[in-house]
Antibody
Framework: QVQLVESGGGLVKPGGSLRLSCAAS????????MSWIRQAPGKGLEWISY????????YYADSVKGRFTISRDNAKNSLYLQMNSLRAEDTAVYYC?????????????WGQGTLVTVSS | DIVMTQSPDSLAVSLGERATINCKSS????????????LGWYQQKPGQPPKLLIY???TRESGVPDRFSGSGSGTDFTLTISSLQAEDVAVYYC?????????FGQGTRLEIK
């Protein structure tokens, strides 16, 4: 069955860095278009980044542009999010999710999420 | 960015009754070349990730019960649960994927009356 398993979350100080990973199984990861979506505690959903199946196209929300970097390793069926210069407002559960098509980013598979807490 | 506004913020409905959630986009999400509305609906239960219910505004995802239906076009959309079940207690989100950044509504919390 389809699985997306995020890891790498935790407590980090403002200005610090963290790298999230998402391990995929049960579908053809190398053909899939992937995103990171976050949810602050008690709040709604915020899309933050997208990467095409080959890595040829990458997009970021303005809120993370220049601080976060999305990447993937299709040989390892893995998606990553490098987060630098973290701020308190980055505190959230981070989900990896699959967009069904490159031209239609509705998200049909989601991981369980990993919590990132930015606090001194 | 396209702003998605849901109403109401919360809703209490009796078991077996109809629940209706509205979603309005700040600009049309209807793509004229294929006449499709780039609008999806998700259900999120406590402690779980969101689950895709509806895409293209009215196409039900595989495995989603047929009591869930989506309607609307352009800027105004509705998610309807025809006969509320206890397991439908959740927060519901609409999402536009017409343009980048994709954006979500603020969510509607659905409870049992």
């Amino acid at each position: 069955q389809v699985q997306l398993v995020e890891s790498g979350g935790g407590l980090v100080k403002p200005g610090g860095s963290l790298r999230l990973s998402c391990a995929a199984s049960g579908f053809t990861f190398s053909d899939s278009y992937m995103s990171w979506i976050r949810q602050a505690p008690g709040k709604g959903l915020e899309w933050i980044s997208y990467i095409a199946s080959s890595g040829s196209a990458i997009y970021y929300a303005d809120s993370v542009k220049g601080r976060f970097t999305i990447s993937r390793d299709n040989a390892k069926n893995s998606l990553y999010l490098q987060m630098n210069s973290l701020r308190a407002e980055d505190t959230a559960v981070y989900y990896c999710a699959r967009a069904r098509y490159s031209s239609s980013w509705y998200f049909d598979y989601w991981g369980q999420g990993t919590l990132v807490t930015v606090s001194s | 960015d396209i702003v998605m506004t849901q109403s109401p913020d919360s809703l209490a409905v009796s078991l077996g009754e109809r629940a209706t959630i509205n979603c309005k986009s700040s600009q049309s999400v209807l793509y004229s070349s294929n006449n499709k509305n780039f609008l999806g609906w998700y259900q999120q239960k406590p402690g779980q990730p969101p689950k895709l219910l509806i895409y293209w505004a009215s196409t039900r995802e595989s495995g989603v019960p047929d009591r869930f239906s989506g309607s609307g076009s352009g800027t105004d959309f509705t998610l309807t649960i025809s006969s509320l079940q206890a397991e439908d207690v959740a927060v519901y989100y609409c999402q536009q994927y017409y343009s980048i950044p994709v954006t979500f509504g603020q969510g509607t919390r659905l409870e049992i009356k």
